[in-house]
């Protein structure tokens, strides 16, 4: 993409320091748009004897649940239910929103900017979201545990790994992040590139049309995997910072 | 940096994204996961409620039925009584009912044996009475026809079928 494609950057009150990514700002909105207006319309009749919807929906919860007892006991994992599946539903979606088509509109003086992809595949928003698990677990592990409790866990199980621990923060949150996004901009660039190279020509389409297909069934096997994998590492840290040493 | 994210390191991004977050988290527990975690969990109570009564029932049931089992065992063992008892006051009636009837038929037998030694002996003295009188009569016609052997004979046998004929 690089220099051929732009980001409609905005900036407020034209301060350098503050710039808002238009397309970031709109593909955030949409895929939460999609995941609480599916799960609204999901949990329009709940009833005691569970039907249709209700029963997609409490099977989630339930795999959700699994997720989170495999990782921590259940007096603590109650809390992050909600979490596991915003998490995973959020990340899914955004996945797989890149995967149908893509869109850019293009200015006049030639600039292209892309409207439509994954918002997953830019590092920013992945990052971000790994931040937040992070102090999440932070937070969580100061509230379920108390400060002094919390505060000893990083001299544990000996002192001298204190350091290590802080590093351990960090690299998580890198790699959780940076995982993501590497996974879901890789899908994304070899996606474009198949699409530039089967618009190219009549004969260039009829070869790179299977490849595509099969990309884009891959690209959707890898994102519900990435989903789940974000999931599962944010209950893992969770449970590191929340679990109570024997 | 710039090969990362573009020219610009548009940091609002993410905060917008993390508050998108939060809210979109407020919104699921409080429109729908949060109904459908309560039935959840309402089910679930509803269900162990159901299973400890259903238990509380069974006892009872077997608690009942113990007690039935009793009382058809006392009612059996009442009921072997009565029949024990019938049996043998009956066996009693019936040997009583049997003595009373050889009993009887003693006495009946004896009356009978009474009656006949009677009628005997008024048969034997009416007998007597008869042969005095057929004697005294024979005598008179022996007397009266002075017969020869043969019609002697021959008298006493008219004679005596006419007495026969009376007899």
């Known amino acids: ?246 | 940096m710039d090969a990362l994210f573009g020219t610009h390191l548009t940091w609002l991004d993410a905060v917008y994204q993390i508050l998108g977050f939060l809210v979109l988290m407020w919104l699921l527990k409080r429109y729908a996961l949060g109904p459908v975690m309560d039935m959840m969990e309402k089910r679930e109570k509803h269900v162990a409620d159901q299973i400890s009564s259903a238990e509380k029932n069974r006892e009872e049931a077997e608690k009942y039925l113990a007690e039935q089992r009793e009382a058809i065992q006392t009612a059996r063992n009442e009921a072997k009584e009565i029949v024990e008892r019938t049996k043998k006051l009956s066996e009693q009636q019936a040997s009583e009912i049997i003595a009373s009837a050889k009993k009887d038929a003693e006495r009946i037998k004896e009356t009978a044996i009474a009656e006949i030694n009677q009628e005997k002996e008024q048969a034997i003295s009416a007998l007597r009475e008869q042969v005095s009188t057929l004697s005294v009569l024979v005598a008179t016609k022996v007397i009266e026809k002075e017969l020869n052997e043969q019609e002697q004979e021959k008298l006493i046998r008219e004679t005596l079928k006419e007495v026969g004929e009376e007899l």
């Open chain 1, 1 to 246: 993409m690089g220099d051929y494609y732009r980001q409609p950057v905005v900036f407020l009150f034209d301060n350098p320091n503050l710039g808002i990514n238009l397309a970031n700002v709109f593909l955030v909105t949409v895929s939460m748009a999609i995941v609480f207006l599916v799960l609204f319309f999901m949990s329009r009749t709940i009833k005691m004897y569970p039907t249709g919807a209700q029963n997609a929906l409490e099977y989630l919860i339930q795999f959700i649940k699994n997720v989170i007892s495999s990782t921590m006991d259940w007096k603590q994992g109650k809390h992050f239910v909600i979490l596991g599946i915003s998490i995973i539903l959020y990340v899914f979606v955004s996945n797989m929103m890149g995967i149908p088509f893509e869109m850019a509109a293009t200015t006049e003086e030639g600039y292209k900017y892309v409207w439509w992809k994954s918002p997953t595949s830019e590092p920013i928003l992945t990052l971000s979201l790994a931040a937040m698990v992070i102090v999440m677990t932070h937070i969580y592990g100061i509230k379920l545990k108390g400060p002094k409790e919390y505060g000893k866990d990083y001299f544990r199980p000996v002192f001298f790994l204190f350091p290590f621990k802080i590093i351990e923060d960090f690299s998580n949150t890198l790699t959780l992040g940076m995982r993501l996004y590497g996974n879901v901009y890789a899908k994304e660039v070899l996606m474009v590139m198949l699409v530039g190279l089967g618009t190219s020509g009549i004969l260039w389409g009829i070869f790179a049309f299977a490849p595509m297909v099969v990309w884009q069934v891959f690209g959707t096997f890898i994102g519900a995997l990435q989903a789940f994998i974000f999931c599962m590492l944010t209950m893992v840290y969770m449970s590191h910072k929340v679990n109570e040493e024997h």
